[in-house]
């Protein structure tokens, strides 16, 4: 291996390393957390948002070993990511599971995980899929309701729905982007 090789093998597992101990310790968390409330307010919004919407993507993975599984309902063998954003677009938290996690069972991680970004947050809403005892569940423990946003009659095809788009845009910003 050249000499250069090896710095840039050495400086690749140390920062690996740092980022590793800045997400075990919440410096990520932290930076997010004071990025996303350095946007609301200047936008004239309030740190804390009260309303959100939350979904989740099945996307394939890499043969690379890690965590996945297989989400029957789309076919995929990968990872599912949900994320829960503001009314603006701009990211709560977002957390990543095998493809085998049903909606409502990630809604209910993700909700234990929320912490203090989601202090303030009284409205989410969601689709179709997250129904059942543990969006019941998010409601007992944390005093969110989940409104499910659904289709309304008149509306034919896939049209956008009110409140949707947000998180739906963000998705197809994040699809193009394969190591993500």
Not at 37 to 50: L, Q, W
Not at 78 to 106: C, E, F, K, Q, Y
Request: charged share 30%; glycine share 10%; proline share 4%.
């Amino acid at each position: 291996m050249t000499d250069a090789a090896q710095r840039l093998s050495k400086h690749g597992r140390r920062s690996t390393t740092i980022f590793r101990t800045w997400r075990d310790d919440g410096t990520w968390r932290r930076i997010h957390d004071t990025l996303r409330a350095a946007v609301r307010r200047k936008a004239g919004r309030h740190t804390h948002p009260t309303v959100g919407c939350l979904d989740s993507q099945s996307v394939k993975s890499t043969p690379i070993p890690g965590v996945r599984g297989h989400d029957s309902g789309k076919k995929v063998t990968g990872r599912t990511r949900h994320i829960l954003v503001d009314t603006m677009g701009v990211l709560v938290i977002v957390m990543v599971t095998a493809a085998l996690v049903s909606d409502p069972a990630g809604a209910r991680v993700l909700f234990s995980r929320l912490g203090g970004a989601g202090k303030k947050l009284r409205r989410i809403g969601v689709d179709g899929t997250y129904r059942g005892k543990r969006v019941d569940w998010v409601r007992t423990h944390c005093g969110i309701i989940l409104p499910p946003v659904v289709r309304s009659d008149d509306m034919k095809g896939r049209g956008v729905r009110p409140r949707r788009w947000v998180v739906e845009r963000i998705f197809a910003w994040l699809t193009p982007c394969c190591r993500l």
